[in-house]
């Protein structure tokens, strides 16, 4: 089956500011980062230059584990855009830190993706230059 | 709480072009000749409008339109983001500045080719990624595919039937009234066109759990609507629709089209509080409604919508939408003249004409005895809506 593999088109590049570079640069390195506020801890994503919670503008960052369970998913069908192969499924997960975040989803058929499934990240390379994270379902030998 | 605004203004004045896909002339002729329409109904003219209010997305300018129509004194000229989430935020506009004696007569318009010129179905893949708020929000969904307002929907969507157990029947139940009441209106693309539940669950999927039929159309066509004090619209052409309620809203980390961090994805909390706005201005309840216009680009959010407002409990859309109940003769007609999955796609502006025609009794699918009608702007973004009553 796919794996998301993309034989070389370019994924739509990300518009970066200052409040998301550390994200980017992270991902470069394979890493996941979640912004966190330096006042009261609240990790947030997407980031932002300031806590909606305490409203400090002070944030640094944390690594996640990488493992979370879909919180919800969509398999795009339409448009087919030359990036990506089709039936192309994409999820939602909660991260075990407690936020959310898009990526592809691979290593599971679409009409086998389930709300709740355990996942982890892992991240490929589509292009030339191109890092992404994606995720994987969690197998009982993994 | 006072309110300055409700009953202060009303439509008086709507005006169409014909709904195609390919409408072989530009956008700006589109919005002059559905303005002019609106005009003429109202029993205006050009010299008489001194307000103009539209969506971000709109591409003509108002002073060129204005310019266009023979306009000569434009006192008040706004502009709503967001998508068709600006669908009533524009009538907003111009009840605000009427009340307030700013403009006396405002005129609100979208005009596009939607189909024929950019579609916006066809994906945000080849947006340039710029170093702005706006340009990086898509940078954390572009790069992973999900790249059309369908492929957004779809994650709501999957959720909401994950945590009401719903099927995708529910879905199917809004596409049929759509197209339905569309088959019944000469002026709908899908005139004459009703389909079944089967055929829904046959047509193929566009990003799951959406098919094909879950989706509005690409259209291209203008919609105008004139507005005016409630005052003066009682010696104009038309019966005034009053605009007895209206109202905007945006919540607790509310995003565009991605609002996917909230604890709940089942519900649009935004929309929830253009009900309540809209209720306490208008001072009624969800049973005073008789037809709504529910804004309708992708049917899953409709089924939100009608929680939302109090039509039914939370999570008890997919029952209150069987047996015809959203239909004509059911307990809420919803979208009597298509909605925008059966006569056109005019980022909901065509529902508010639509409303217009029920509050007359000129529509090609009217309800008994309508007091109240409720029209909604696009969903799964900041948004609007109103309610319009009899004068």
Not at chain 2, 265 to 279: D, F, H, K, N
Not at chain 2, 282 to 297: C, E, F, L
Request: with cysteine; net charge negative; aromatic share 8%.
């Amino acid at each position: 089956m796919s794996e998301g593999s993309t034989g070389g088109a370019p994924r739509p590049r990300p518009g970066i500011t200052r409040d998301t570079a550390f994200f980017w640069e992270g991902v470069a390195e394979s890493r996941l980062r979640i912004q966190r506020c330096v006042d009261c801890g609240a990790l947030r994503h997407p980031p932002g230059p300031a806590c909606p919670k305490c409203a400090s503008l002070a944030w640094d960052h944390v690594e996640a584990s990488g493992r979370g369970r879909i919180h919800s998913f969509v398999v795009v069908h339409h448009p087919k855009v030359p990036a990506f192969d089709y039936p192309h499924p994409v999820a939602l997960v909660e991260l075990e830190e407690g936020t959310r975040f898009v990526a592809d989803l691979v290593g599971v058929k679409a009409n086998a993706v389930e709300i709740g499934m355990p996942v982890e990240v892992e991240f490929h390379t589509p292009a030339e230059g191109q890092t992404l994270p994606r995720f994987r379902p969690v197998t009982d030998a993994g | 709480m006072t309110n300055l605004l409700s009953g202060k203004a009303a439509i008086v004045g709507i005006g169409a072009t014909e709904f195609s896909k390919n409408s072989g002339r530009s956008e700006l002729r589109l919005a002059v000749e559905a303005i002019r329409m609106a005009l003429d109904d109202a029993g205006l003219t050009a010299k008489d409008v001194d307000g103009m209010s539209v969506f971000t997305m709109e591409t003509n300018p108002e002073i060129e339109v204005f310019r266009q129509i023979g306009g000569s004194e434009l006192k008040f000229f706004s502009r709503i983001h967001y998508g068709g989430g600006a669908a009533c935020a524009t009538l907003q506009q111009a009840a605000m500045a009427i009340a307030t004696g700013v403009a006396e007569v405002v005129v609100c318009y979208r005009a596009m080719n939607e189909r024929s010129g950019h579609r916006f179905g066809t994906g945000i893949q080849n947006l340039q990624a710029a170093t702005t708020t706006e340009s990086s929000h898509y940078g954390w969904y572009a790069p992973y595919g999900l790249l059309t307002p369908a492929s957004w929907v779809a994650m709501f969507a999957q959720r909401y039937l994950f945590e009401t157990g719903a099927t995708t029947e529910a879905f199917g139940h809004v596409a049929v009234a759509d197209r339905r009441h569309a088959a019944n209106n000469p002026a709908a693309w899908f005139y004459e066109q009703p389909i079944t539940l089967e055929d829904h669950a046959a047509s193929r999927w566009i990003v799951e759990p959406l098919r094909l039929l879950d989706c509005c159309q690409e259209s291209d066509g203008a919609v105008a609507v004139v507005v005016t004090s409630a005052e003066r619209a009682r010696d104009l052409r038309q019966k005034p629709a009053i605009l007895t309620g209206v109202a905007q809203g945006a919540c607790d980390d509310q995003q565009m089209m991605t609002s996917f961090y909230r604890d709940d994805l089942t519900g649009i909390p935004e929309m929830g509080l253009v009900a309540r706005q809209l209720y306490e201005q208008a001072r009624i309840t969800p049973k005073d409604i008789q037809t709504a216009v529910i804004y309708d680009h992708f049917t899953p959010f409709v089924l939100c919508q009608l929680e939302e407002f109090g039509f039914c409990e939370r999570g008890e859309a997919k029952d209150f939408v069987q047996g015809g109940n959203i239909e004509i003769g059911g307990g809420l007609p919803i979208n009597p003249h298509g909605g925008q999955l059966g006569e056109a796609y005019i980022h909901g502006l065509n529902g508010v004409a639509e409303g217009v025609r029920q509050i007359r009794g000129t529509s090609c699918n009217p309800v008994a005895d309508v007091e109240n009608v409720l029209v909604t702007a696009g969903t799964g973004v900041p948004t609007s809506g109103l309610l319009l009553g009899q004068a």
